[in-house]
């Protein structure tokens, strides 16, 4: 009611001024959610034409080098100051647009779309919205949008289209950074272990089954992240106290074995064999290695054993820019994640993708181009406009046997696909 409020003590001075401002047909999209939503977002770019834009400051990485794009505005320094909101109010009014898009239809977003006084108007009317929704949308035009509604679609419809006929794009031109990190002409699987939202994080021992899958196939992972993820990688990478005591009698014996039948030299330092050791070998590559899939920095490489094979492991945790994120999804040959703004960036780049949906609402939010969404077979209970945090969600990421087996169907299709092409059959 708030904005509503101030929405009518500033109407009389934006409606009088307005009779003096030259009209123009610019358009304004606002969409402040994040990355993942960013992303889907982009569905309806094309269609915009030349725009400007309303975000978070964390897509400003995608959205500056984005062509399509007149004028970029970011949400987060007026949230917390009334001067502030006042401010960008009146600076997006002189900008004079014809047409504003509201996708993300919270009540300080719906007050900046009417401060435009803008002939048309649109929001997606969500279920929900907050109880001053109906004021601060009277007169604008609204698109309903419900759980069963594919978020893709409900964008489009904010601009007139009723079908999924544009594609998502959220960089133009791509953003190509100076040096390719990853030189491999393996096939290469990407994953992001956790979420924003620790709840779409899933558990340990479920990677544990996907790696364990990955391991079959003669390919490489690069994790991606930034900060905790590496302390997730590095328990994924840990052994049970089980396996390090089973480990070092094993070596144990071996050392013995060798000094028994006189063996000239012994690898490895005996004093250290009843240390704990991390059952995952730790290389890092330089670019001076004339083996080494990288160049210009040291990225770690770790080998741990999965089930009955052997994977190799590589952190790309911290080692990328934002903006360079959609070129090296589409580096990768696959991509594995929870319902995560990575997830979605990959989908951008047609990288085929598994997604392990967790307590999300499939029926809303999923990838289109190549995905293998596994769905819960708890019913779930966090949307896009209605997100569920601090639960415990790690039941909803169990496997059963047959997403285990549609998992690896999904990987070795797309595995001999890669290795059949021309290019990739002697790699």
Not at 52 to 78: P, S
Not at 152 to 166: F, M, N, P, R
């Amino acid at each position: 009611m708030i904005y509503f409020l101030f929405y009518l003590m500033l109407w009389p001075c934006l409606k009088i001024t307005s009779y003096f401002k030259k009209a123009s047909n610019k358009i304004l999209l606002i969409q402040t959610a994040k990355i993942g939503d960013y992303a889907n977002s982009t569905v309806i770019f094309e269609k915009l034409g030349k725009f400007d834009v309303l975000i978070d400051e964390i897509n400003l990485a995608f959205a500056k080098h984005d062509r399509r794009m007149e004028k970029i505005f970011t949400i987060n320094g007026v949230k917390r100051k009334k001067a502030s909101k006042l401010g960008l109010a009146l600076e997006l009014f002189s900008r004079g647009y014809e047409s504003v898009y509201v996708l993300m239809p919270n009540s300080l977003n719906l007050f900046l779309a009417r401060c435009t006084l803008a002939k048309n108007i649109v929001a997606v009317h969500h279920y929900a919205a907050s109880s001053d929704f109906a004021l601060l949308a009277l007169g604008m035009k609204k698109v309903p949008h419900t759980l069963q509604d594919l978020t893709l679609l409900t964008y489009l419809k904010t601009v007139g289209i009723s079908e999924l006929k544009y594609e998502k794009c959220l960089q133009k031109p791509l953003f190509i950074p100076q040096e390719n990190l990853i030189k491999s002409g393996k096939f290469k699987i990407g994953v992001s272990l956790s979420a924003g939202n620790k709840m779409k994080t899933p558990p340990k021992h479920t990677w544990e089954k996907i790696f364990e899958i990955f391991a079959k196939f003669d390919c490489e992972v690069y994790i991606f992240g930034v900060g905790e993820e590496a302390a997730l990688l590095k328990n994924l990478l840990a052994e049970n106290v089980n396996e390090k005591r089973a480990e070092n009698l094993s070596r144990r014996q071996i050392f013995a074995d060798l000094a028994g039948n006189g063996a000239s030299e012994i690898c490895g330092d005996l004093k250290n064999a009843n240390e704990e050791q991390p059952k995952a070998q730790i290389c890092s590559e330089s670019s001076t290695g004339g083996e080494s899939n990288f160049s210009s920095q040291i990225c770690d490489t770790y080998v741990k054993k999965f089930g009955e094979n052997e994977l190799k492991i590589i952190s790309l945790i911290d080692k990328i820019k934002l903006e360079e994120l959609p070129f090296y999804l589409s580096q990768m040959q696959l991509y594995a994640s929870s319902d995560t703004g990575n997830y979605y960036v990959a989908d951008s780049m047609h990288t085929p993708t598994i997604c392990l949906m967790g307590p999300c609402f499939a029926s809303e939010q999923r990838g289109v181009a190549d995905s293998l969404v596994i769905n819960s077979h708890l019913p779930p209970v966090s949307s896009v406009f209605k997100t569920v945090r601090d639960i415990d969600a790690s039941a909803f990421f169990e496997l059963s046997e047959q997403n285990l087996a549609d998992i690896e169907a999904f990987v070795k299709v797309r595995y001999i696909s890669y290795l059949s092409r021309e290019d990739n059959f002697l790699c």
